[in-house]
């Protein structure tokens, strides 16, 4: 009889040392192909592009935000900043978020905040890939178009609340489809849009985006498509949205939110007087990626091989006219048409000879010498990119010299030293800093990024003085300003300097000060 030999059960200890033995990690290597260090790439190439420095002007009145309510321990419901607009009633529609901002910059400063904004885009566009790879398009193809994507969307880049959207949009969508696919609960949504709502007044794209999810889903019901959503499984994700709708009312303002948004979308002032409400420009780079995008639909679309839910060609259409009414919904459509320019993308490499087509494999991408190599090139171009591009971007100094050359920095410090509050008449660009360094010393600015705060009488005022339109000395005396402060190259400037009711108070390179005269230190 065969003497059979009694093997030990390894230990614990042992099973670790053979998870992590040489061989394993050979092993893991050799799984490092071209296609894993481009896919690698691809997110440290988005990490290191949106790690943009903190410019935009809205950034500091959304800290000043943060650090009211926790100074005060309250979300105010009226204007505080200003004098032109003082008790207005104000939607504080991104106060959670704000707080979270505020709540960064006390930990780790901007760079820390610029940090935290570039991982929210590179986590928009990790689910971007996700919804091209469902759509059946090869990882190496859904990387390039991811980045594509992201870039075409990237006007709206930087430290803003906003950006929250496109990562939540690209949440929802690829929940929605996991939930489609029996893989979710429809119970996650209603917090989910509850917590948006508290973080931006953009949840109405979700509520907006469910619902037409629903209804085309539902519509493919009523068709008796073999692939529709089973019955029940529909109903319950459209209890689901419907529980968010009030859910979503559970924030500091109520409905007001709701009305905000749908406020801002519909506002001439708005969508007429700020860049970013623009129809994107196509003589630019993310404008040109968006144009891309679109020739790319129309070429897959022409193969005849591109076959979509009625969901995914609802969503597509939707959001395609939220993209060309305004650049700034331009991720909103990256994101929302991924499933259809995905299949089209695939389409059109079938079209190429198998053999020919991007992302096949070779035997030398499972050596352990290519693995090596494939690692030490991912870890020294992500190490090159990082230091090249996003490192000067997250250093006190860099920031400080950015901030430095577009906000009134000198100017600021100088109004600063007449010690006493003041009334300003500021340059649009410049509210949200002075709002930040002056409101804790008593100083009001007259205008800043809140244009829904101030409406249409007073931004037509700002406007009024800024072109230097008819009637603009009478707006300067009627609000009887303390100070001026404009660009140095603005044209008031050497308005101001003949007229001896101001003095020149400060000038640099980036800001010019006048003081009525009278008032000073």
Known sequence: MRKTVDWATPSPDEREAARWSPFSAAVAIRRVGSGVVLRALLFVAVFSLAAVPPLDPDLWWH?????LIVLTGSIPHADVYSFSAAGNPWVMHEWLADLGMYGLFRAGGLPLLVAIFALIVTAAAGCLYALLRR???????????????ALAGSTAWGARPQLLNSLFV???????????????SPWILPPFIWLWANLHSGFVLGLIISGLFVAAEAFDVWRGKPTAMPRARLSRLGIAGA?????????????????FAVGTLSSPLIQNNIQEWASPDFHTMPGLLFEGILILIFAGLATRRVSLRS????????????????????????????PLYGRCAQALLELIPRGARPGRRTSGEHSLALGLANLGL??????GMIAERALPNLTPAGEAAAIRGIEPVDATAALLQIGKPMHVFNYYDYGGYLAWMLYPHGGRV????????YGSAIFGNY?????LAGGWPSVIAGIEPDAIIMPSSHPLIGLLKQDPGWHEFHRDGVATVFTRVGFGP
């Open 446 to 453: 007259f205008i800043d990024g809140r244009v829904e705060v």
């Open 63 to 67: 800290l000043a935000n943060g650090r």
């Open 170 to 184: 690209g949440l929802l969508l690829v929940g929605l489809l996991s939930y489609r696919d029996g893989r979710l």
């Open 378 to 383: 991912l870890l020294a171009v992500t190490v």
């Open 243 to 259: 529980i968010s709708i009030p859910l979503a009312a559970v924030n500091p303002f109520g409905v007001q939110a709701l009305l």
């Open 463 to 467: 406007l009024r003085v800024n072109y």
């Open 311 to 338: 969901s995914q060609w609802l969503l597509a259409l939707a959001t395609l006219y939220l993209a060309f009414s305004s650049q700034r919904h331009v991720p909103l459509f990256v994101l929302a048409a991924a």
């Open 135 to 149: 759509s059946g398009l090869h990882a190496t193809a859904a990387a390039m178009l991811t980045l594509a994507g």
